[in-house]
């Protein structure tokens, strides 16, 4: 439990919504280990765009510890008496505080489940066809964005203490910032804690793999068949797990389209955000899953060694036709379209 609420409270403090209370949990912990003061060094050290000073915990408790009104002790010449009334202040002032973290650590760790047993939730579900995208605006304010052939199962209301949602497909999500009710995404394999706000998640069911990018904040990731283990995940980073059967996964920075653009509009695994699709180095069998959802269709292989051709190139309002064609003049391959079904041979 140590080792879990301290990467919660290590991943709140890099996002900027920790609490003066969980500050100084936070402090208690790196106080007591040196493992939790060299991961916490590593990753501010990350951060370094921060104001001077923040990164600095000792200097952010002080300040703390200097808003606690503590009256000044008046001059008595018995020494004693004073020492310990002051030393019972302290104490007193430190059992609050102490009762308040305990108190937050079981509201945010343990949420009594037994009130919300007779609570009826309404629950919705959107449903995105392949060949098409949508976008809702949850009850909360948070932004949602759905690539086709993606399901989005969500309250009417978030009436209890997390904002949890399903999700089987793709969706780019920006949370709207509440710390005291976390965001939640529930999918088959793994569930996804937000700690900041843009990101987008690919669970895709005939996919091998699953993947989330950050673009910026901070989330947390757990997988179903690995619930101990917390994964924190940076900006600009991509976690993939190549086997949604295994628990062996890799993080890695995101993939930009154009090496000289850093901006977003080039960062190729939310490509789908502007219509466009975008591949670099990537396998034809690949390109082809992108290309169904995009237009609608469904492609075969014939012959299976076309399933291994790579391509790098990039589509924004070319046909299904079109983009074929191009990728016939850099491998040889024909096809050939019977209604929604095109055959590659």
């Not at 060694?305 to 850099?330: C, H, M, P, Q, V």
């Amino acid at each position: 439990m140590t080792d879990q609420r301290f990467t919660e409270l290590l991943g709140k403090r890099l996002a900027g919504e920790i609490s003066p209370k969980e500050l100084i949990e936070l402090k208690e912990l790196l106080s007591k280990s040196t493992v939790h003061r060299n991961e916490y060094e590593n990753l501010t050290g990350y951060f370094n765009d921060e104001k001077s000073g923040t990164n600095n915990i000792d200097s952010v408790f002080e300040k703390i510890k200097q808003q606690i009104a503590v009256p000044e002790p008046k001059p008595v010449q018995n020494i004693e008496r004073p020492v310990r009334r002051e030393f019972i202040n302290w104490y007193r002032i430190a059992a609050v505080i102490a009762f308040c973290i305990c108190s937050f650590a079981v509201y945010y760790f343990f949420p009594d489940n037994s009130a919300g047993k007779n609570d009826i939730t309404e629950w919705k579900v959107l449903q995105t066809p392949s060949g098409d995208k949508s976008k809702i605006i949850l009850e909360d304010g948070t932004q949602v964005n759905l690539n086709s052939k993606t399901q989005l199962k969500y309250p009417a209301s978030f009436s209890r203490k997390n904002r949890e949602v399903h999700l089987n497909g793709e969706a780019f999500f920006d949370v709207k910032k509440d710390s005291e009710h976390p965001f939640i995404i529930h999918t088959k394999h793994m569930s996804i804690r937000v700690l900041g706000t843009a990101f987008d998640v690919k669970v895709y069911e005939d996919d091998s793999f699953i993947e989330t990018t950050l673009v910026r904040g901070l989330i947390q990731i757990t997988l179903n068949n690995k619930p101990a283990e917390k994964i924190i995940l940076k900006p600009n980073q991509k976690f993939t797990l190549a086997d949604k059967n295994n628990v062996n996964y890799t993080i890695v920075p995101l993939t930009y389209y154009n090496s000289r653009d850093s901006s977003s509009n080039s960062i190729m695994e939310i490509s789908w955000l502007n219509d466009r699709l975008v591949f670099k180095n990537q396998t034809f069998v690949s390109i082809a899953r992108e290309a169904e959802r995009k237009y609608g269709v469904e492609i075969r292989f014939k012959d299976e060694k076309k399933k291994d051709y790579t391509f790098t190139g990039k589509f924004e309002k070319e046909s299904i036709d079109e983009l074929l064609n191009a990728l016939r003049y850099i491998e040889n391959f024909s096809y050939k379209k019977e209604g929604n079904i095109i055959y590659i041979y």
